[in-house]
């Protein structure tokens, strides 16, 4: 059964309805998201968990707009995504929602620096180098702005993939398994920063995780199983 939780007092920052999604087609088709319904408010720490393949990723990229559900609505900072064609899609999701990879998909030729000032020089944004080089310094990386990925640690990579997601000043960041390829203290590291960076700009934080660290610093839990909502509840009564 799906449940979604009394609406906050505070105002949403995403709201899915009927959210349906299948992938591939004829007999290889799969249902990946059944009748979602979700309310996320803003400023929420949300975090998404369940076993492998039970949609977890499929509903972040949603909500970002890199998936396009088979039915249902979704809005996020007020904006129904349905509403936009590719490029308006493109140009919401650069300036208004921040996205963290387990794999940090960084651009191999390219420094620290450009991997972060490119994204906003393609976004229009003036200021694109002192803004990237005001949020590397802000992830610790202020020695490392000219050192391209391969020479660079995985906590590394990762700081420089949370100042590219942070950089356009988004009001939504969605992580995929942020901590998934870090040992367990430089994981702690990245949380750390993650949160801090969060309460700092009073954005809300969707992350899917496995990772038990993490969990216990969500607002919210929300559990799915086999493509739907199965359970979500305040993450101090998951944690007592």
Do not use: W
């Not at 972060?116 to 490392?144: F, K, N, T």
């Not at 993490?214 to 559990?223: A, E, N």
């Amino acid at each position: 059964m799906n449940v979604s939780p009394p609406q906050r007092q505070r105002e949403l920052a995403i709201l899915l309805e009927g959210v349906d999604l299948s992938l591939g087609s004829g007999a290889a088709r799969v249902h990946i998201l059944k009748e979602i319904k979700l309310q996320i408010g803003g400023g929420e720490a949300v975090g998404l968990v369940g076993p492998s393949g039970s949609g977890k990723s499929t509903l972040l990229m949603v909500m970002a707009g890199l998936e396009r559900p088979d039915r249902g609505r979704i809005c996020v900072a007020g904006q129904e995504l349905s509403a936009l064609d590719e490029d308006a899609l493109a140009r919401f999701r650069g300036r208004s929602i921040g996205i963290v990879f387990q794999s940090f998909h960084l651009i191999p030729t390219m420094t620290a620096l450009e991997n972060v000032a490119v994204p906003l020089e393609l976004a229009g944004i003036e200021d694109a180098l002192p803004r990237a080089r005001r949020e590397l310094e802000g992830v610790g990386l202020a020695e490392r702005l000219g050192h391209y990925p391969a020479q660079l640690s995985g906590g590394e990579q990762q700081r420089v993939a949370l100042a590219r997601a942070l950089a356009p000043g988004p009001t939504l960041i969605i992580a995929d398994e942020p901590t998934g390829n870090l040992d367990e203290a430089t994981g702690r590291e990245i949380l750390d920063l993650l949160f801090a960076k969060r309460a700092e700009r009073g954005a809300t934080l969707v992350v899917v995780t496995h990772d038990q660290m993490l969990v216990q610093r969500c607002d919210r839990i929300v559990r799915m199983r086999s493509g739907r909502i199965e359970a979500a509840a305040d993450a101090r009564a998951v944690r007592a």
